[in-house]
């Protein structure tokens, strides 16, 4: 009875514990079932189909366009593109990141400024970006030729082949503050006694860094390459606005050096209206996407190191 009565008391949320968690958490199941996943199950029927986004003349196709793709040279070279320019953006990106934050982390007259002046550029949006690059890669008005007549050099032609990978390399690497932050937010919280105790031992300032320091800090190093990854081979606005022709649907101006996998996506769905042949295109490229992640994460066992050991968890 004293039980009954305590339970009584209670307040009706807490009699019905299970009910207001299905109650709280019903929004998001609700936003992920029309937003995530009906969106995800349509897209994965279309693929199987040769729909063009308008005639309601379309049959069903298989698997006929999955195996188109795994011909089709133009899809393979851009996703090879891809891959190359993930393998250059991402490395230098993440040690990028961490130099400026070991620069940042000393004490320096103004450091706050200097942090504020690098994270700046991470806050700009893409598309204001991508325009203002366009103007300093400009042959013969960009600021970039410009300086580089100073010195003797050029003008370039940045925006056209082989040049324009290298500008969206440079492109991508004005955005470092991002990592930086996280970097430095990473170095802030190496135990002091660790680092002393190293220097006390006779390890020089490179050996402190990269025998103490690195490891730990390698879960954060491991979460901006994965990041990093994914992002970078998700690319799409940066090389089409620094087109020279940056307009709707002139996916032809773009350099054949940045027509990388997304640009192909985006041109199989709004200039060739191939929604059935883009859609099969997202789909394997989750899967590379995933593979690569995979990967990733299973050669961390290797150069991860946790402050916790997981297994002693277990």
């Keep these: 009875m004293a039980t009954e009565r305590a339970r009584r008391g209670r307040p009706r949320w807490k009699r019905h514990s299970s009910g207001t968690f299905y109650l709280f958490v019903s929004p998001w199941v609700l936003g992920f079932a029309l937003l995530t996943a009906l969106p995800l199950g349509y897209a994965l029927a279309i693929s199987l189909t040769n729909f063009n986004g308008r005639s309601e003349r379309w049959r069903w196709v298989g ?39 070991v620069l ?8 706050g400024l200097f942090r504020t002046i690098f994270f700046l550029p991470s806050v700009v949006p893409v598309v204001a970006m991508a325009i203002m690059w366009k103007l300093i890669f400009n042959r013969d008005a960009g600021i970039l030729n410009a300086i580089l007549e100073k010195i003797s050099i050029g003008p370039i032609a940045w925006l056209v082949d082989p040049n324009a990978f290298y500008a969206l390399i440079i492109l991508t690497l004005w955005g470092l503050g991002g990592g930086m932050v996280i970097m430095l937010a990473a170095l802030q919280g190496v135990p002091a006694e660790l680092e002393e105790a190293a220097r006390v031992d006779g390890a020089t300032r490179w050996h402190v860094f990269r025998h103490v320091t690195v490891p730990i800090i390698s879960p954060v190093i491991f979460f901006q390459v994965v990041t990093g990854i994914i992002a970078s081979l998700q690319i799409i606005i940066q090389p089409m606005l620094l087109a020279q022709t940056a307009q709707v649907g002139r996916v032809s101006e773009v350099p054949e050096s940045t027509h990388l996998y997304m640009v192909q996506v985006y041109q199989e769905f709004f200039v060739n209206s191939r929604y059935g042949y883009g859609s099969a295109m997202l789909f394997v490229f989750f899967l590379v996407i995933l593979a690569i992640t995979l990967f990733v994460q299973r050669s961390s066992r290797l150069w991860v190191h946790y402050t916790v050991d997981r297994e002693a968890d277990r």
């Design 63 to 101: 698997l006929r366009n999955y195996a188109e793709l795994m011909g089709d040279a133009e899809a393979i070279a851009s996703l090879v593109r891809t891959l190359a320019y993930t393998a250059i953006a991402v490395p230098l990106m993440v040690a990028g990141g961490l130099g400026l934050a």
């Design 104 to 111: 940042l982390n000393q004490r320096l007259k103004a450091v």
